[in-house]
């Protein structure tokens, strides 16, 4: 079946530090990849997406690329805010439409 | 963006009794609603999916007549919680997807079961 892994976290950086979670899946086809992020006491909301290899998805800055050669898709910002505090999963939805979610990375990010 | 709502957004009840959990679209017809769990510091598990006016889709080793859903109309489906147990403590979550089949989800219901 599908699975998504994703980076150990929590992850912990200064303000404007450098920012990489790391994603790999395995699929069947060819799948859709998405970042979703879970800010506290919220529900998930869509970062980014890409739909077809070589794709970038960006969005507040932040940016991934699918990679079907390494099949990855791995976030980046290249200066993170404490206002990027939070969880993010790595997800892709099969074309069936059924999605499959990473364990989610904990961002902290501290002044 | 599109809004999805559930409700309640926590429930703590007794052994034994069933919770009803609502998921609404407010301002968008949702073809299609799906029904995720999560465990403290695990990804969300998809445990069905819910289509208007048919009958749910479950994923493999989802008891259906523990978790019986509903979707009576384009902005509401339930997940009824039947008999609940300690072990079905957990965050609920659903989402909702557009006519651009692009998923919104839902808060989330904390139910503890005691």
């Known amino acids: 079946g599908n699975s998504v892994t994703q980076m150990e976290g929590p992850v912990t950086l200064s303000e404007e530090a450098f920012l990489t979670i790391n994603c790999t899946y395995t699929?069947?086809?060819?799948?859709?990849l998405f970042w979703y992020v879970q800010y506290p006491g919220e529900g998930l909301q869509l970062l980014l997406k890409a739909t077809k290899a070589d794709d970038k998805g960006s969005n507040k800055g932040f940016e991934a690329t699918y990679r079907k050669e390494t099949t990855s898709f791995h976030l980046e910002k290249g200066s993170v805010q404490v206002s990027d505090s939070a969880v993010y999963f790595c997800?892709?939805?099969?074309?069936?439409?059924?999605?499959?979610f990473g364990d989610g990375t904990t961002l902290t990010v501290k002044p | 963006g599109a809004v999805v709502s559930q409700h309640p957004s926590w429930v703590i009840c007794k052994s034994g009794t069933s919770v009803k959990i609502e998921c609404r679209s407010l301002d968008f017809q949702a073809t299609t609603m799906f029904w995720y769990r999560q465990f403290p510091k695990q990804s969300l598990m998809l445990m069905a999916t819910?289509?208007?006016?048919?009958?749910?889709?479950?994923e493999q080793g989802v008891e259906k007549d523990k978790f019986l859903i509903n979707h009576a109309s384009l902005t509401l489906s339930t997940l009824t919680v039947t008999s609940a147990h300690p072990e079905d403590s957990s965050f609920y979550i659903c989402?909702?997807?557009?006519?651009?089949?692009?998923?919104?989800f839902g808060p989330g219901t904390r139910l503890t079961v005691l």
């Open positions: 989402s909702a997807t557009s006519g651009d089949n692009e998923q919104f």
């Open positions: 997800a892709l939805e099969s074309a069936a439409g059924k999605s499959t």
């Open positions: 819910s289509n208007e006016g048919s009958k749910a889709t479950y």
């Open positions: 699929a069947t086809g060819y799948p859709s």
